[in-house]
């Protein structure tokens, strides 16, 4: 009898929890109708609509492609007119479109992800869970953080509340909202500090995973500067504060795509409960080498089209 194929069903959260529809919008209707018959696509046909989607994206996005390239040049100190440099862009933009569209369908129409490193992460979980902290999940923008989200919510005793900044794009906003909670998580946007704070607050002491996607730029460039990239570079405040304050946990956790329709999950314990840091600037830097690291093994599953240094063009 073959094994069964890992995943995300084997612990679906929406299997625990209620999702409140959305009313559709007429360029959100349009969009469920496209992932809709995207879905239902042959396979040889999917990765023809990839293909067309990566280079209409080279083609026409010449600012992130730019930036992209500006930023490949910095961490690794190539050309921008290098093969290396010209592939890598593509390698980025079809990882981008490609982990999109999967995690959208699966979302939507499940049962086709296969999602590897559930029973370590969960072990893991459930260790850190016993201590009654709650705890911090820190990720980046790397392969699929949504199924980072997704994950954790399976394997622990509620759902994740992740950090997020809104976006601008009122209909993008919503379909975040609704791909979120299809996949098990709560979201606190930071509309505002002072909620967004005490909001973090309450879910730590309601002993619930608190969840960052902590590898972009601050608001105001107002976090600790530490190195990422042999640069100094600021970084968002909020992981380390509320670990050093509340004590709690903190777990990296990343899921990068290692196939068609196939992730994996890594993990790595960075701080246990009751940990006596008291130095966040010190578990910052712990954070970015973290991240870094992933980075680099993994480089063309990160957003590199993100200005998150200041370069000179």
């Not at 083609?59 to 490949?72: D, P, S, W």
Request: with cysteine; glycine share 6%; proline share 6%.
């Amino acid at each position: 009898m073959p094994a069964a194929k890992p995943s995300l069903l084997l612990f679906n959260p929406l299997h625990r929890t209620t999702t409140q529809r959305v009313p559709l919008s007429c360029s959100r209707g349009l969009l469920h109708a496209l992932i809709f018959a995207y879905a239902r696509l042959w396979p040889p046909l999917q990765r023809a609509v990839v293909r067309s989607l990566v280079y209409l994206r080279i083609r026409l996005g010449t600012k992130h492609r730019n930036i992209t390239a500006r930023n490949i040049r910095f961490a690794f100190g190539l050309p921008e007119h290098s093969h290396f440099s010209r592939t890598m862009v593509q390698q980025v933009f079809r990882s981008q479109i490609q982990i999109g569209l999967e995690v959208i369908q699966e979302a939507f129409y499940p049962g086709k992800l296969q999602l590897h490193g559930l029973a370590e992460l969960q072990a893991a979980v459930t260790r850190l869970e016993a201590a009654d902290k709650g705890g911090i999940i820190v990720t980046a923008h790397l392969g699929s953080w949504d199924l980072v989200g997704a994950a954790v919510s399976a394997v622990s005793r509620s759902q994740l509340v992740a950090v997020a900044k809104p976006t601008k794009r009122r209909f993008l906003q919503q379909l975040l909202e609704e791909l979120r909670q299809r996949m098990g998580m709560e979201v606190i946007w930071t509309h505002n500090s002072r909620h967004t704070l005490k909001q973090m607050a309450l879910t730590l002491k309601r002993q619930q995973w608190l969840g960052f996607v902590m590898d972009q730029k601050p608001l105001l460039r107002s976090g600790p500067a530490v190195d990422f990239f042999a640069t100094p570079t600021s970084f968002v405040s909020g992981p380390a504060t509320m670990a050093i304050k509340f004590q709690a946990p903190v777990l990296a956790v990343f899921c990068v795509r290692t196939g068609p329709q196939s992730y994996r999950l890594l993990q790595r314990e960075i701080l246990p409960a009751n940990h006596g840091v008291d130095d966040p600037e010190h578990l910052t830097q712990r954070f970015a080498h973290t991240i870094e690291e992933m980075i680099r093994l993994y480089p063309e599953q990160w957003c590199w089209d993100y200005k998150r240094w200041r370069l000179d063009a």
